[in-house]
DNA sequence: CGTAATTTTTAGTCTTGTCTAAAAATATAT
DNA sequence: ATATATTTTTAGACAAGACTAAAAATTACG
């Protein structure tokens, strides 16, 4: 039986390695507001027990078997929140905190009654996917920016044919393949996007949303 | 905010005090299944915060403080076991251990929308009271079916304690909690009950007669 | 390339809540 | 009423998981 601060750990390393490739241990420390000399002590015994690959100074990454745990956290994490939204009628913005209790529950008989009550949702009240029993996520789609609309998300996975130099000015940006992107407002005027991308506003025209494609969840 | 240890006990003191007057230290730590030095200790750690009234070797009572804490346990606890019951379709039998991670979820608005959302109940599916959030438990004019004379009525509550085979029985018979029951005869013989439930005649032994609990109006 | 800055780890401390072993207080029984 | 048994408390240890301060490794820069 893990605790709940090694589920807690599993989790930030899970999604430290959607963004960044090597997930290092300020990284870490950052995500989970404590001190990096702890996420150490925390990464030794995370190791021991082989949840995850981890090598002194070098940076470390979830093995299948870590990877399957932070999954299973996630997907209760999902289901709660879907459960507080639709059946207890709360704000999609006030579930997140109660669901971060209600993931450490111990039982795989109550998520999955919990899950055929809420007729097996495929995805939570924020859009993200629900990981199946077996760890499995449904593959996303491919859009265009141009096709989200306000608060809706996406991680970028390229450009349209033929608009290359939209690459170079990303990149001046600073915005990398893989980064999250979530469409905080859209300007009606001139289609401008406001966006969010790595916890920095961004303005992008029209012309731009035109051409970047992301992976959205549905 | 008080630790789950701590919640741990002051529902423990709450039961115990309704069995006996004076809680021993012994018996907490027999009731939890711990060593009686660690109860001290917590004991001790209690008394600092105004929860119980504590002095050495005399044995501890909860103060008015720490008895409404215990109370908001207990109305949690119950509530989350007619959650798991009614609507995720747990038997009787199997919710204890899962309410006991849910009961200690720290949240006010969450308790609040799931009594709504449960229709506000008075029983849990064991037949015990519900405490409201102000620590209020409805008075219950508790009888055994074996106190009840013909044609007199109530509604199932719930067994007596030790008796949850008596559950299965009932669950065979199709009988839930709620059902309304009218006696319509009991036989001077044997004292066998021949009573009405959902309209149809069923026959109890005095042995089940002395085992449910109903409410009744006087 | 070598020094400075940054990142990561080590070493040692603290708190919570448990334990064991032994001492102290209370209860029981002749 | 005193010796014995039981209960309760104290004292000290330990594990988990956090912290601080300092050392070591890595990275970045002039």
Redesign the interface.
């Known amino acids: 039986m893990n605790s709940q601060s090694e589920e807690d750990y599993l989790k930030a390393l899970y999604h430290l390695e959607m963004d960044f490739d090597a997930v290092s241990t300020n990284s870490i420390a950052d995500y989970l507001d404590m001190k990096p000399s702890s996420v150490t002590d925390m990464l030794k015994k995370l190791a021991e027990k082989k949840f995850i690959n981890y090598e002194k100074y070098k940076g470390t990454s979830l093995t299948k078997k870590g990877r399957l745990i932070a999954l299973s956290i996630i997907r209760k994490h999902r289901l709660w929140e879907t459960f ?1 939204v639709e ?4 704000g999609w913005d ?1 579930v997140h ?2 669901a971060e ?2 993931e450490h ?3 795989e ?2 998520i999955e ?2 899950d055929n ?1 809420l007729g097996n949702p495929k995805y939570d009240p924020h859009g993200d996917p629900i990981p199946n029993k077996d760890g499995e996520i449904e593959k996303m789609n491919q859009k265009l920016l141009v096709e989200l609309k306000a608060s809706q998300k996406g991680i970028i996975t390229g450009v349209k044919k033929g608009t290359a130099s939209l690459l170079n000015y990303l990149d001046k940006e600073k915005v990398k393949l893989g980064d999250s992107v979530k469409v905080i407002e859209i300007l009606e005027f001139d289609g401008t996007y406001i966006v969010e991308i790595n916890k920095r506003k961004l303005t992008f025209s029209e012309k731009i949303c035109q051409n970047l494609l992301l992976e959205t969840n549905d």
Chains 1, 2 share one sequence.
């Open positions: 507080l059946k207890l009628g709360f006030q905190i109660i209790q209600l529950i111990k039982s008989e109550l009654n919990l009550f």
